[in-house]
């Protein structure tokens, strides 16, 4: 379970987040809308240590992650983010994407990498693309390497940036149900999101980002 | 008239594809290294190698080679002619090759250092593996034209008094009063930088993912 307590960040000076708390469980889908600079991005880059926190604590199943002046050095691999723009490395193939950070860390082996890369891909449906490169890919094709890039490292709480932005109705529709099957491996979802129908379908619960700011 | 002249001219070429080839092993990384220093490095090395880079680039390399052969002796340090001319082409080069290459450095999204940071790699794994690739896909087509213009400037070597080909052939012209040997140099200019860019080609065409 993640606990999000009492954070706060500023920016110039103006408060994005004020003592805003948040729990998220395990299997759990849960989305924040809001409008535009409502420090929904901010929101999901604090939880992801782009950014630091004014002030705060982030726990993980009573672990502490990070907090505005420490941080464990695997809270990385325990929170992942699939960004807007997906932010595919554009040198490498669709598998070496997913393979590259088990591999450096020697988290995994080359060949258990690959092979779990394998699993991953075929499961999101993209296999048939682990040797191609990600220029090669649709939107929803690129999302979908990057959700499994992000999986690679079984992270307990996975974040998504607007992940239907790019898509149709019908591949939102196909993604939610993905996400769906996604958290069935113990796995709980912030996601951000315009997109108030599809929040509405697949999110178990929906966070307004007014109370960022303890805003009703 | 030609066959008299060529072991001259040849020995000549010799001379400059040494110093090309010296110059550019030598320039390349370290244009690298100043690039990230100036990118990446504390603000007093970010501001000295930004002086270093104007006077390479605001002062001529002829005036370069002169001040490094003429001028250096009289702070003490002496050098012969060849390793003059490497020693000022290479700090001439190095500047021009850190701006390529700093330029590729910031033209990489920000978000791909995001992305190596979301996925736990280091700066130095992440670096290596996903930037400079990508770094080196879009400087390539500046860099080899950095290369080609070498290849060319390496004929002002001539003022060190450094028999490269041009002087050769120069000489061969004036000893026979005839053009000739300025059209063979001309032509094996064109021959080496012919197959450069041939080699230029085959390279960018393998980072062109």
């Known amino acids: ?70 941080s464990d050095k695997k809270a990385n691999k325990k929170i992942g983010l699939v960004f807007q723009d997906f932010q595919l490395f554009p040198n490498l193939t669709v598998k070496e994407n997913c393979t590259l950070s088990p591999i450096l860390n020697k988290d995994l082996s080359k060949k258990e990498a690959e092979l779990k890369a394998d699993e991953l891909l075929k499961k999101l449906a993209i296999d048939d693309k682990q040797a191609v490169y990600p220029k090669e890919l649709s939107g929803g094709q690129k999302q979908r390497v990057a959700i499994a890039r992000a999986l690679m490292l079984e992270p307990q709480i996975l974040c998504l940036d607007e992940p239907t932005s790019a898509l149709d109705h019908e591949t939102a529709n196909r993604f939610g149900e993905l996400l769906i099957s996604i958290i069935k491996n113990d796995v709980g979802v912030i996601m951000i999101t315009h997109d108030l129908r599809f929040a509405e379908t697949f999110s178990d619960r929906i966070v307004s980002s007014r109370q960022f700011l303890n805003k009703s | 008239m030609l066959w008299s002249a060529l072991p001259s001219i040849i020995g000549g070429l010799e001379l400059t594809l040494k110093l090309f080839g010296l110059v550019l092993v030598v320039s390349l990384p370290l244009g690298l290294v100043v690039a990230v220093v100036k990118v990446y490095g504390p603000k007093f090395l970010q501001r000295l190698i930004t002086l270093y880079i104007y006077v390479m680039r605001g002062t001529p390399l002829l005036l370069q080679l002169m001040f490094v052969f003429f001028g250096l002796p009289y702070i003490g340090v002496t050098l012969d002619r060849f390793p003059a001319a490497v020693f000022a082409f290479v700090l001439n080069y190095a500047a021009y090759f850190a701006e390529i290459f700093r330029g590729g450095m910031v033209g990489v999204p920000t978000g791909q250092f995001e992305a190596l940071k979301v996925l736990g790699i280091s700066h130095f794994k992440g670096y290596r593996k996903v930037i400079f690739p990508q770094v080196l896909k879009t400087t390539l087509p500046s860099i080899g034209n950095e290369v080609l213009a070498l290849v060319k400037d390496t004929s002002l070597v001539y003022i060190l008094g450094l028999g490269e080909v041009l002087r050769a052939g120069q000489i061969a012209a004036n000893r026979y009063a005839s053009l000739i040997p300025f059209i063979f140099v001309g032509a094996l200019y064109l021959i080496v930088t012919g197959v450069i860019s041939y080699l230029l080609n085959k390279i960018e065409k393998q980072y062109q993912i």
Not at chain 1, 14 to 22: E, G, M, Q, R
Not at chain 1, 27 to 55: A, C, H, M, W, Y
């Open chain 1, 1 to 70: 379970m993640l606990e999000i307590d009492h954070l706060g960040k500023k920016m110039n000076g103006i408060d994005l987040i004020k003592d805003f708390s948040l729990t998220v469980r395990k299997r759990e889908i849960v989305s924040i809308v809001g409008e535009s600079g409502s420090g929904k991005t901010t929101f999901i880059r604090v939880l992801n240590q782009l950014d630091v926190p004014d002030e705060g604590q982030i726990r993980l199943d009573n672990d502490v992650l990070f907090t505005s002046h420490e």
